[in-house]
């Protein structure tokens, strides 16, 4: 199976920054997409960013040109920087691994338990 821990969250005033890191680990064959999620209270999950193994990235409107997603393939982790935060951006941040555990698995997805960002105003 695969693991994924999160880290990096925090609270932080409106305007400053935060980056949050992903690592998976455990029975690794591959791994294709990986994304961060964030869910905060009374709203449902919604996607931040996305990055393919390709290194083709893809943003939620809302955080567009503040936030940047990025990947180091060697050490199965993704990260992501957050800029000028808003307190809208409050919200538990959840890494997500499109992966393959052996050559015969199927792709799973696979999610971390989330961390917390608040940002006060």
């Known amino acids: 199976q695969v693991q994924v821990v999160e880290s990096g969250g925090g609270l932080v005033q409106a305007g400053g920054s935060l980056r949050l890191s992903c690592a998976a680990s455990?029975?690794?064959?591959?791994?294709?997409?990986m994304a961060w999620y964030r869910q905060a209270p009374g709203k449902q999950r919604e996607l931040v960013a996305s990055?393919?193994?390709?290194?083709?990235?893809d943003y939620a409107d809302s955080v567009k040109g503040r936030f940047t997603i990025s990947r180091e393939h060697a050490k199965n982790t993704v990260y992501l920087q957050m800029n000028s935060l808003k307190p809208e951006d409050t919200a538990v941040y959840y890494c997500?691994?499109?992966?393959?555990?052996?050559?015969?698995?199927?792709?799973?997805?696979?999610w971390g338990q989330g961390t917390q960002v608040t940002v006060s105003s």
């Open positions: 997500n691994a499109d992966a393959k555990s052996s050559i015969t698995d199927w792709r799973r997805n696979y």
């Open positions: 990055i393919t193994n390709g290194e083709a990235t």
């Open positions: 455990g029975n690794i064959f591959t791994i294709n997409n």
